[in-house]
């Protein structure tokens, strides 16, 4: 009788019954892993679609949008000055 050293990889090997869950467990972190990259896909893309709509706006509302800035600014400039001065 010959007597093989056995390892602790080799002895559980042997004696622990290969389950179905292990694949499953992979299955299931590989459907969530897809189901986060889709929802971040669909987070970029509606932020993709707010700043297309912003950037429209602006361009529709450029003159009206400058004069309102121009206001504020000119509005600003006293207010500042009329602080400084006390």
């Avoid at 709509?53 to 003159?63: D, E, L």
């Avoid at 004069?67 to 006390?86: F, I, L, N, P, T």
């Amino acid at each position: 009788m010959i007597a093989e050293p056995l390892t602790t990889r080799d002895y559980e090997a042997r004696t622990v019954h290969q389950d179905i869950a292990p694949s499953k467990l992979n299955e299931i972190k590989v459907e969530e892993t897809s189901e986060m990259l889709l929802y971040e896909e669909l987070s970029k893309a509606r932020i993709r679609d707010l700043e297309e709509g912003v950037r429209r706006q602006r361009v529709r509302s450029g003159p009206r949008a400058a004069r309102r800035w121009h206001r504020v600014a000119r509005w600003a400039a006293r207010r500042a000055e009329s602080y400084s001065q006390v």
